[in-house]
Nanobody, 122 residues
Framework: QVRLVESGGGLVQPGGSLPLSCTAS????????MAWFRQAPGKERELVAS???????KYGDDVKGRFTLSVDKDKRTWFLQMGDLKPEDTAVYYC????????????????WGQGTQVIVSS
């Protein structure tokens, strides 16, 4: 049983900063990809940041230069440091991971957190 547990989120003023974190727990072989997505009201889900082994960190165009993805591999935790927040950053933020796990054999599965609301407003 693999679970992704998020922390953070809340209300922040424009121009402010807010950190998010996500921790994976359970019996797993390896985390292949760690990512953050978001979905704003009336909009489709979009990639915020993604880190995959052997590849550079990717950022969505709208957050590039303002958000930073960091990883603590030993703790199976990844973070999203959000800075210079804007009202258009208001969304539900979801952590995501591609994880190899043992069932009858080794499988690669996609996991999601429950999401956390970020509201940027004065």
């Amino acid at each position: 049983q693999v679970r992704l547990v998020e922390s953070g989120g809340g209300l922040v003023q424009p121009g402010g900063s807010l950190p998010l974190s996500c921790t994976a727990s359970g019996n797993m072989y390896e985390i292949k990809k760690m990512a953050w997505f978001r979905q704003a009201p009336g909009k489709e889900r979009e990639l915020v940041a993604s880190d995959m082994y052997g590849s550079p960190t990717k950022y969505g165009d709208d957050v590039k230069g303002r958000f930073t993805l960091s990883v603590d591999k030993d703790k199976r935790t990844w973070f999203l440091q959000m800075g210079d927040l804007k009202p258009e950053d208001t969304a539900v933020y979801y952590c995501n991971a591609l994880i190899s796990v043992w069932v009858v054999g080794l499988e690669l599965d996609d996991y999601w957190g429950q999401g956390t609301q970020v509201i940027v407003s004065s």
